[in-house]
């Protein structure tokens, strides 16, 4: 099946299609936002950039006058991920996508990198939207739109935080970011990323060159996911696992780690890491001989939950480089990697299955002779928030050890309002359409919807969309008939909000 014979409409997949040719890693909008613009040209909309690249195209009827204005929000950025073994640039190769079958339903995805569904769905709808007004295949009597696209939401909500705010104005806004077609978002997460920084001077084990071996750990093939959206289901985190073999050898053997590097992402669960390390050469059989069984009680833990996790161990031959972390250091990193929590801290009282507070170690990069650890904090309640990064920064200061501790990417949660004029038409709605009631919800991720309601208090919002599952991994793939059931959707309540 290729994506000629998809649902309707048509024109979604042909632009889906399109932008997934186009770079759009975050911070590297420029080409995706100058498409946007040329083909808003095609019809003769008005655009407008702000400074930090945000873009609005304006649909104004003839009559404005009396039209209630709605903006469709995306975000033009992609989180940009591949497996290991794959060769993939991102700055100019464009995604393969395909299409593959699971249990019956049909899905789209990409070959060994994120698919962009997140937000590229978004874009393709308001594209669609945009040409079918402007072909006058659609007409909302009594309605006017903005469409509105922003930058580096995935880097921090960033477009959002900076937006000019002349650049929209409206009654209600609908974003279209959203994840589950039978789930309307009304409330998020607030988050904010945490970093520890550590700086130290290398020392040299060359003297004991021809009596040490090199090794190298490394694990892979992990789920991954969100780091907000996932972080309740389980998944291991490749730089806990790195973190727990190293200091469970380093309890038995002395060794000298070389580096520590996993994960790259701060929203997303870290699904590979890797570490080398030298030992007595008299050691490295035991030592490998004991990981290996470190690992079979890891994979006897969380094999269900990580079918495809593979591990590597072996003896490489070092090159003329020796460097090493001092002493003290091995042992104050390892502890606090290992004691760094990590997951849910707790659920939601009031509201089931979903997560209240949570933090997710992210990132390890060794370089340089630095050290820096990347972790975020998400929770529904500002203060909550604040209580988990504190206790985080509180415990790099426990380590003891050279670090600057840095708080950064701080943005608010969306309070769920459940008596909005939006709501109660999208929920009368979805009922007309499906025959049933729809899933109505606040979700443990930061939504651009918390930022853009700061900066218009008065403006209605929800955010919807189609099925997107494997979020901000190569496994990301899109639902396809829920995209028709979207498209539906979306053109009747825009109808139905007259």
């Not at 520890?196 to 040490?212: A, H, K």
């Not at 833990?301 to 460097?323: A, C, L, Q």
């Not at 918390?450 to 929800?462: R, W």
């Amino acid at each position: 099946m290729s994506l000629e014979d998809l649902t309707e409409p048509k024109e979604f997949w042909e632009y889906f299609d399109q932008i997934s040719k186009i770079p759009r890693c975050s911070g590297n909008e420029k080409l995706i936002r100058k498409f946007i613009i040329k083909e808003a040209q095609k019809c003769n909309y008005e655009t407008k950039t702000d400074k930090v690249g945000n873009l609005v195209v304006r649909i104004s009827p003839n009559d404005e006058e009396g039209k209630i204005r709605v903006v469709l929000q995306s975000h033009m950025d992609m989180v940009c991920e591949k497996n290991q073994d794959v060769i993939h640039d991102f700055s100019k190769d464009p995604l393969k996508l395909k299409v593959i079958e699971i249990d019956k339903e049909v899905w789209l995805t990409a070959e060994g990198t994120t698919l962009g569904a997140d937000d590229g769905v978004g874009i393709a709808f308001q594209l669609t939207m945009m040409k079918k007004l402007h072909n006058d295949e659609l007409n909302f009597d009594g309605i006017a739109l903005d469409l509105l696209f922003t930058v580096d939401e995935e880097i921090g909500l960033v477009g959002a935080f900076k937006m000019d705010k002349n650049l929209i104005d409206g009654k209600y806004l609908i974003n279209l970011d959203g994840e589950e077609d039978d789930k309307f978002i009304i409330g998020c997460a607030g988050g904010i990323t945490t970093l520890g920084i550590i700086d130290f001077d290398y020392i040299s084990v060359r003297e004991y060159s021809e009596r040490s071996s090199a090794i190298k750990i490394s694990v892979g093939g992990l789920l991954g996911g969100h780091s907000g959206t996932d972080i309740h289901r389980g998944r291991a985190n490749a730089i806990k696992i790195i973190s727990k073999i190293l200091w469970k050898v380093n309890n038995e053997y002395p060794i000298f780690i070389k580096s520590i590097n996993g994960g790259n992402r701060a929203n997303a669960i870290p699904r590979e890491a890797e570490a080398t390390f030298f030992a007595r050469k008299k050691d490295s059989e035991k030592i490998i001989e004991f990981i290996n069984l470190i690992i079979g009680e890891i994979e006897q833990g969380i094999s269900k939950i990580e079918p495809n996790m593979k591990f590597t161990v072996k003896s490489i031959i070092s090159s003329d480089n020796y460097n090493v972390l001092p002493k003290t250091l091995n042992e104050k990193l390892l502890h606090l990697l290992y004691v760094m929590p990590n997951g849910p801290i707790s659920m939601h009282p009031r509201i089931s299955d979903l997560v209240y507070t949570s933090t997710n170690l992210a990132s390890i990069n060794t370089r340089d002779q630095q050290i820096k650890i990347t972790t975020s904090q998400r929770s529904m309640h500002e203060i909550s928030k604040k209580i988990i990064y504190e206790k985080i920064e509180a415990l790099f200061k426990l380590a003891d050890v050279n670090i600057d501790i840095i708080h950064t990417g701080d943005y608010p949660g969306w309070d769920p309002d459940f008596d909005s004029k939006l709501l109660r038409a999208a929920q009368e709605t979805y009922k007309e359409l499906f025959k049933k009631e729809v899933n109505t919800q606040a979700i443990h991720a930061g939504l651009e919807c918390g930022i853009l309601k700061k900066h218009f208090p008065a403006m209605e919002m929800i955010s919807i969309g189609p099925t997107v599952e494997g979020g901000h991994s190569p496994e990301e793939r899109l639902k396809i008939a829920s995209v028709e059931k979207i498209w539906i959707f979306l053109i009747t309540l825009l109808n139905n909000l007259n």
